[in-house]
T-cell receptor
Framework: AQSVAQPEDQVNVAEGNPLTVKCTYS??????LFWYVQYPNRGLQFLLK??????LVKGSYGFEAEFNKSQTSFHLKKPSALVSDSALYFCAVRDPNAGKSTFGDGTTLTVKP | GAGVSQTPSNKVTEKGKYVELRCDPISGHTALYWYRQSLGQGPEFLIYFQGTGAADDSGLPNDRFFAVRPEGSVSTLKIQRTERGDSAVYLCASSLFAGYETQYFGPGTRLLVL
């Protein structure tokens, strides 16, 4: 069985500061890992994914994530937060042998001016 | 290009009624997924199709839930004898293929069972 944990329900940062949204996972074999963002009353928007290769993955809107196999983590990062980054962020894991994704319960990011 | 679309955007029904939720995937995407999202939680997998066939329906909660994709494009999620606990946002996603391809999500259908 595959699972995802997002240990923080909420992350607050000041605009211009770096941000980190944490994600740990459990899956048999090598995982496929994804980050999505959800704005109010909108669907999930894809940010980035890790499939294989370089552990540092760069995605949309200046976001990046680092895959750490030994810690089974895939934390989302951004060097300088914007107020417009305030949203709900979801981490997801997929077993390469399965089509379905398992999502965490989300982390609400609030960036204050 | 056009993204995943879902209709209706909102559906209010009474307990015991039958509902159908429709999903139009991105053109050319062979894989289609249904998820359910309750308030304060992440999307929960229901079923996915590769082409016309259901490749994995392990997430369907019970036999009141059924989904079809007869021509390998549009899909319909059908819920019989709706219950108040079925109230949630139903999300559809599609991807070029299954496996490592990115799943692109529609805006969802918000279902409220009174």
């Amino acid at each position: 069985a595959q699972s995802v944990a997002q240990p923080e329900d909420q992350v607050n940062v000041a605009e211009g500061n770096p941000l980190t949204v944490k994600c740990t996972y459990s899956v048999s074999g090598n995982p496929y890992l994804f980050w999505y963002v959800q704005y109010p009353n909108r669907g999930l928007q894809f940010l980035l994914k890790y499939i294989t290769g370089d552990n540092l993955v760069k995605g949309s809107y200046g976001f990046e994530a680092e895959f750490n196999k030994s810690q089974t983590s895939f934390h989302l990062k951004k060097p300088s937060a914007l107020v417009s980054d305030s949203a709900l962020y979801f981490c997801a894991v997929r077993d390469p042998n399965a089509g379905k994704s398992t999502f965490g319960d989300g982390t609400t990011l609030t960036v204050k001016p | 290009g056009a993204g995943v679309s879902q209709t209706p955007s909102n559906k209010v029904t009474e307990k015991g009624k039958y509902v159908e939720l429709r999903c139009d995937p991105i053109s050319g995407h062979t894989a289609l997924y249904w998820y359910r999202q309750s308030l304060g939680q992440g999307p929960e997998f229901l079923i996915y199709f590769q082409g016309t066939g259901a490749a994995d329906d392990s997430g369907l909660p019970n036999d009141r839930f059924f989904a079809v994709r007869p021509e390998g494009s549009v899909s319909t999620l059908k819920i019989q004898r709706t219950e108040r606990g079925d109230s949630a946002v139903y999300l559809c996603a599609s991807s070029l293929f299954a496996g490592y391809e990115t799943q692109y999500f529609g805006p969802g259908t918000r279902l409220l069972v009174l």
